[in-house]
C-alpha cells in the first residue's frame, strides 16, 4: 500500500524556514498522482496548502501562502517537498502530505475539495512570534 514518510516539521521564530519532505514508500512511484501538502490547526478545519501534479509539475497555492511557500518534486527520489520561507505565527498547524490519482483530480480539486485518496501521518510545525 501507498504510505509516506514524512519529516522537516519543528518549531520555528517567525520570519524562519523549515523544508517539510514527503517520501512515496518503497515499490511505489508518484508519477501517476497529484501529491498535496495540507494543514490542521487545533479546532479548525483540514485545508489544503499546495498542490502539485507530478507529471507535469502544475501546481497550486492557497492564497495564504502565495509568495512565502513553494512546492516541488525530485522524481528520482519519489519525494516532494514544501519549501516554506517567511513563516507566521498563524503557519502553526499539523501538516499532513496526500496523495490521489491524477486522473481523478486536480490541482485546484485536491486543495480546495479535499479531493485525496491516501494520506500521511503528519508533522507538527510550530512557529512562535
Known amino acids: 500500500q501507498l504510505q509516506f514518510v514524512e519529516s522537516g516539521g519543528g518549531l520555528v521564530q517567525a520570519g524562519g524556514s523549515l523544508r517539510l519532505s514527503c517520501a512515496a514508500s518503497a515499490g511505489f512511484t508518484l508519477e501517476t498522482y497529484t501529491i498535496g501538502w495540507f494543514r490542521q490547526a487545533p479546532g479548525k478545519e483540514r485545508e489544503g496548502v499546495s498542490c502539485i501534479s507530478i507529471s507535469d509539475g502544475t501546481s497550486y497555492y492557497a492564497d495564504s501562502v502565495k509568495g512565502r511557500f513553494t512546492i516541488s518534486r525530485d522524481n528520482a527520489k519519489n519525494t516532494v517537498y514544501l519549501q516554506m520561507n517567511n513563516l507566521k505565527p498563524e503557519d502553526t498547524a499539523v501538516y499532513y502530505c496526500?496523495?490521489?490519482?491524477?486522473?481523478?483530480?486536480?490541482?485546484?480539486?485536491?486543495?480546495?475539495?479535499?479531493?485525496?485518496?491516501?494520506w500521511g501521518q503528519g508533522t507538527q510545525v510550530t512557529v512562535s512570534s
Open positions: 496526500a496523495a490521489h490519482l491524477s486522473l481523478v483530480t486536480t490541482v485546484q480539486r485536491m486543495c480546495v475539495m479535499k479531493s485525496v485518496g491516501v
